[in-house]
């Protein structure tokens, strides 16, 4: 690595190559049409590629690569849900992350941190030793910890909430960790890239076509591309892409807000969240702290911010650290999530053929960028569902087979 | 702050308001199939534009219908049920 440095402080011009390249004009057709270069779109392109030889593949992008919610979260990282199904899918992303910046040879900043879920009262507590019986029976780091263990760890924190929500103990998930989550976009878009999928940035989708029940091609804004198989991978923009195909489904649009701080001295190294609170907050590796809160609660399909989001998070994270009073909050934006009535994703194929769905990523869709890409892979390239996303498929909204995994949604929607 | 018209209150910040989702009309469940009562419970019209919504005035309890653009989050009216002809 410090050869390469030298090599930069030696260059008169730049000696590193673009991240991936430009191509002036799209191909007559593709094996796999992939809508949405975000970070599942992107490392379903790049599985697709290294895993399954599936190389005649285009990705379309609207905006720019990683420019929707995979640049807008709160980049945590962590498998402590409450359902066998939850806990297996994140728990294999996981693992997935902690080799990916050696896999991508671009580092992501991934950096294990420990993660707390405060409970405030005796129903939250409960739910936590649930998680974690349910996390340790799959092999997951999960314990119960009382509030002595986390003063200890967190001398910083006011255990009683300013006192009206004292801190009865917490779920400490010692793998919860952080990245850089612009990377993350960055490094599946190169390797796609160098494994020969094409990368159409500013290119929308303005229809697919569809044929006795099977996908035959897509409209974009720069012309017709014909193919048999195509991803949506699109966030928040899912319901009007399912429309294009005639597909209904529960998911519904609400803007979720995040702020960052001014940078300070490292002092908070685990990330730290409250159902109760409405918040989670952990500081990054340039100091800043990264704070967010729960959804809005309307419909919108729109990334403006309010004053009365900054407001109402700042004055809950002063209550568990009073001595941030004076740090000033420097940026906020919102994300466009893509709910569901379980909190769980919705994944695998559909009733249309060579129409697969990677949606109702909600406010978890970052942790799982890997396994979503994995598994959607393999779904798309086999035309059989991954067996570990077969609970997440949009049939179970007909079958009444929903998951549970309200219980673990880490602040209260 | 936002501010909502209540159709009785007149503007309010809408903090004070609830929104209860998109007005829909509730199949038989005496005659509809299950699937027509999957569809109804779980699926929701996701994509945007201007939309009849129920939304509450909570410290009034005043229930009513407004149509929002959910784009812009512009209200374009807001009504108390069957004042407009339809629902």
């Known amino acids: ?76 990282i962590r498998s402590n849900y409450i359902t066998p199904e939850g806990v297996r899918f994140y728990d294999a992303s996981v693992k997935l992350w902690e080799d990916l910046s050696e896999d991508f040879d671009l580092n992501l900043f991934y950096s294990k941190r420990g993660h707390y879920t405060l409970a405030h009262t005796d129903s939250d507590l409960r739910t936590m030793r649930w998680r974690a019986e349910v996390n340790k029976h799959y092999g997951v780091e999960s314990e119960l910890v009382g509030p002595e263990f986390i003063q200890r760890e967190l001398p910083m924190m006011d255990m009683s909430c300013g006192g009206h929500a004292p801190v009865l103990g917490a779920l400490h998930h010692a793998p ?52 048999e198989k195509v991803l949506c991978a699109v966030a928040g923009s899912t319901p009007r892409l399912l429309n294009m195909v005639d597909l209904q489904s529960p998911i519904y649009i609400h803007p979720l807000q995040a702020m960052v701080s001014e940078p300070t001295k490292p002092w908070l190294n685990p990330i730290i969240v409250s159902g109760s609170l409405h918040v989670y907050i952990s500081q990054s590796a340039r100091g800043e702290l990264v704070l967010g809160a729960s959804l809005d609660p309307y419909e919108l399909h729109s990334t403006r911010s309010t004053l009365d989001f900054t407001e109402g998070l700042s004055a809950h994270i002063l209550e568990l650290f009073p001595f941030l009073s004076h740090v000033k909050i420097v940026r906020q934006w919102a994300g466009i999530a893509d709910m569901t009535p379980d909190f769980a994703p919705i994944m695998g194929k559909t009733p249309v053929e060579g129409f697969y769905l990677d949606a109702g990523w909600g406010t978890w869709g970052f942790k799982a960028t890997p396994v979503a890409g994995k598994t959607m892979a393999h779904t798309v390239a086999s035309d059989s569902i991954h067996p570990l996303i077969t609970e997440f498929s949009l049939d179970r909204f007909r079958s009444y087979a929903l998951t549970g995994e309200k219980g673990a949604a880490s602040v209260g929607h | 702050m936002k501010m909502i018209a209540c159709p009785i209150q007149g503007l309010r910040p ?19 199939t299950d699937q027509e009562w999957a569809d109804y419970v779980f699926n929701r019209n996701g994509v945007a534009g201007i939309k009849k919504e129920w939304w509450c005035h909570i410290p009034s309890n005043t229930w009513f219908i407004a149509e929002r653009n959910t784009v812009t989050d512009q209200t374009v009216r807001t009504f108390l049920y069957g004042e407009d002809g339809r629902c």
């Open chain 1, 1 to 76: 690595m410090p050869w390469r440095l030298m090599r930069f402080a030696l260059s008169p011009e730049h000696p590193e190559g673009r991240m991936f390249q430009t191509h002036a004009e799209l191909k007559d057709s593709y094996d796999v049409v992939i809508i949405g270069a975000g970070g599942h779109g992107l490392a379903a392109a790049y599985y697709l590629a290294r895993d399954h030889g599936v190389s005649n593949v285009c990705v379309l992008e609207k905006g720019y690569i990683g420019g929707g919610n995979t640049g807008r979260n709160t980049t945590i």
């Open chain 2, 14 to 32: 809408v903090s004070e308001f609830v929104y209860w989702g998109e007005v829909r009309d509730t199949p038989d469940p005496d005659t509809c």
């Open chain 1, 176 to 227: 919860g960790a952080i990245a850089r989550h612009d990377a993350v976009a960055w490094g599946y878009g190169r390797g796609a890239d160098r494994r020969g999928v094409e990368i159409h940035q500013k290119t929308e989708v303005t229809g697919i076509s569809v044929m006795s029940g099977k996908v035959c091609g897509v409209q974009t804004s720069r012309g017709f591309i014909h193919t």
